[in-house]
């Protein structure tokens, strides 16, 4: 199926440990894959024994202005004191490095747990550290950066998903019809592009690691301009209404600390759910050709998984076309 390895196919554990060697390091033991798929990344032990995240970029995704950019931002968030894994750079200010056609970056490793969302102690640090990221990121604007634009996304994801060849015939029509209805629908809440900032861009708990109620934010590698919620929304996850407005409260009581939210905004969560829906499946189709996908999503290529997508996107039409009272 594949007629030329996939570039990340090339590397091996010992191609890890001389790129991260030829930076002035020396690994006692061997690297250890932990589990990512847009990038590769690894877990490494120098001989002092500091522990490293060495993340190699995905070849012909992000420029390495943009790449900068995103360490540019961990930089000035650092010191600011948010809590957040700044790169290393080596002793020409570098952070990132090249390798036999690898981009590659060092991280320090944060140690620590996903928080509890139903605890209310962990939803108010969460809040508190958002909105010290948000505070830091208003300050300016990416320059290289992209921008979350609801139509444009829609679009590609839209384009993508259709070059897909695991939908049977009625599933193509079913998810041309519905994606076309869901464009129509999500232009209502296109935002004006003063109304979004500097954020980390996939916010979800398992880029955030601590212990009681102290937390970091990692992997900013999806960093973009966009409205503040759209690093908000994903700890909402209670299904009963009383449950959920505990969890805004806190989140926003802690956010607050830092500076002050719109709570208009809080109209945009379902566009947001419905958007990264669209992407994540636009995701898999577009990775497809990296043998790790097949392996980690087998179910992609069943035509159960896109009978259940459409019927997602079905329920989602639904939410975006009545107003929740939660929101109320």
Request: hydrophobic residues 45%; contains cysteine.
């Amino acid at each position: 199926m594949h007629s030329t390895p996939h570039p990340f196919a090339t590397l091996s554990p010992a191609r890890v440990v001389a790129a991260i060697e030829s930076l002035g390091f020396w690994l006692p033991g061997e690297p250890f894959a932990l589990n990512s798929y847009e990038n590769r990344v690894f877990l490494l032990y120098d001989d002092e024994g500091r522990r490293w995240v060495a993340k190699f970029y995905r070849p012909g995704r992000w420029s390495d202005e943009q790449i900068q950019e995103e360490h540019d931002f961990l930089d000035e968030l650092a010191a600011e004191g948010v809590a957040v894994a700044a790169p290393w750079r080596d002793d020409s200010g570098r952070s990132l490095h090249q390798m036999e056609g690898f981009r590659l970056a060092l991280f320090p490793q944060l140690p620590g747990q996903a928080p509890e969302l139903e605890n209310p102690a962990h939803l108010f640090a969460l809040g508190e550290l958002i909105g010290a990221v948000h505070a830091v990121g208003e300050r300016a604007e990416f320059q290289h950066r992209g921008r979350l634009d609801l139509d444009g996304m829609v679009h590609e994801a839209r384009r993508r998903v259709l070059t897909a060849p695991w939908l049977e015939r009625r599933q193509r029509q079913a998810y041309e019809r519905i994606s076309v209805e869901l464009q129509d629908v999500l232009a209502a809440h296109a935002w004006a592009p003063e109304k979004t900032i500097r954020v980390q861009g996939d916010c979800h708990i398992g880029n955030l690691l601590g212990r009681d109620d102290n937390f970091a934010l990692v992997d900013f590698d999806d960093c973009l301009m966009a409205p503040a919620v759209q690093d908000v929304w994903m700890f909402l996850t209670a299904e009963h209404e009383a449950e959920w407005h505990m969890q805004l409260s806190e989140v926003l009581e802690g956010y607050e600390q830092h500076r002050e939210f719109d709570r208009r905004e809080l109209a945009l969560i379902e566009p947001l759910r419905t958007l990264r829906l669209m992407r994540h499946s636009a995701w898999l189709v577009a990775r497809w050709e990296d043998p790790a996908f097949p392996q980690a999503f087998p179910w992609v290529a069943d035509a159960a998984y896109w009978e259940t997508h459409i019927r997602q996107l079905e329920q989602q039409r639904v939410a975006l076309t009545r107003s929740s009272p939660w929101l109320a």
